[in-house]
């Protein structure tokens, strides 16, 4: 199934949750920050919350910045 | 602040600020070092307490990068909102960044001009207004504008951040005159922000009566980064300590410094 990470369309398997993405994706998860569908989605949420087909997730960290 | 300058004791002059005592009156800005493992060591030779970084989307190429893995424990985190064009944005951004864990702390920067980087300060007021609501320390980067600065202040703004010249341009205090007037007229601490590219320049901005000033680019581009912090952290302490110890007046014509009688010639 299809959803949108960061502004590009990802294949991701069915049944995935938000935790799973990020760990596959070797996201460092300290200090990272999920939006899902334009609402933050806190961390506690993040292994109970599966994906849905067209769901929009930004996932956000900090870099170096003035 | 003038009024205030002689109930200052050198010995005890912290910056209270969001319910910090900050000691170091130098800010730091984290972006354009060559690497991240730098950015330890500028830290600890800038003394800085407050540190600045932009949230952004994770790149998929480097996932583990964070600069907060970077970060000496202890240091106050100053999320930026820079990418943000409206108020609305910079919200978001802002709640983006405190749910990331990052304090409670905010840098307002709301830009739509891409040539000169030169903040909205009209948007500015906006998103302080609604983040202060919501229990954020706010301080906002902003034009030197008097009339703006009165309303970021009314709004709840822990401090105001004015620009000394473009963002990255290390051109120093082209906007001095301005600056000196907010100073002047506004209660709350003046931090100059952007544009400071020589440690003579923050020093100069210290002497004026700014409450601190946030460098990034000047020594994050500079030949010897970590030098370069330790010379911004002397040129700030010595800037705020001439201001405090008030400056002499300025004269046109010559006042001779040693006396003008008992010369050999003389009788």
């Known amino acids: ?66 | 602040m003038n009024d205030t300058i002689q109930s200052v004791n050198p010995s005890d002059d912290s910056l209270l600020i969001g319910g910090a005592n900050l000691h170091s009156r130098l800010f730091v800005g984290t972006g354009k070092f060559s690497s991240h493992e730098i950015v330890p060591q500028v830290l600890e030779a800038s003394g800085s307490q407050v540190v600045t970084m932009a949230l952004r989307r994770v790149d998929w190429k480097n996932p583990q990068e964070n600069i907060l893995n970077y970060m000496p424990p202890n240091t106050i985190l100053l999320p930026n909102t820079s990418g943000a064009r409206t108020a609305e944005e910079a919200v978001r951004i802002a709640r983006l960044a405190q749910a990331a864990g990052c304090g409670n702390w905010v840098k307002i920067e709301v830009v739509q001009d891409q040539r000169y980087l030169l903040p909205d300060n009209w948007e500015t007021l906006r998103a302080t207004e609604q983040l202060v609501k919501e229990g954020f320390v706010v301080l906002p980067y902003m034009s030197p504008d008097l009339g703006a600065a009165r309303r970021l202040q009314d709004a709840g703004a822990s401090a105001i951040m004015p620009l000394g010249a473009p963002i990255g341009s290390n051109r120093g205090l082209q906007t001095k005159e301005l600056i000196r007037i907010l100073i002047e007229e506004i209660s709350l601490p003046i931090i100059v922000d952007a544009g400071i590219g020589r440690p003579s320049e923050a020093a100069e901005a210290m002497e004026m009566g700014a409450a601190a000033v946030l460098v990034n680019t000047a020594i994050a581009t500079a030949g010897d980064p970590v030098f370069m912090a330790q010379a911004f952290r002397l040129a700030v302490t010595a800037g705020r300590m001439g201001y405090l110890a008030g400056p002499g007046e300025r004269r046109i014509e010559a006042a001779a410094s040693s006396p003008l009688t008992g010369f050999l010639q003389e009788g």
Request: proline fraction near 2%; glycine fraction near 8%; include cysteine.
């Open chain 1, 1 to 66: 199934m299809q959803i949108v990470v960061n502004g590009e369309a990802q294949e991701i398997p069915l049944e995935c949750t938000v935790f799973q993405l990020l760990t596959d994706n070797a996201v460092t998860l300290k200090a990272a920050v999920v939006e899902l569908n334009g609402k933050i989605l806190k961390q506690e949420h993040w292994q109970s919350t599966l994906l849905q087909a067209d769901d929009r997730l930004e996932i956000l960290i900090f870099m170096g910045g003035g």
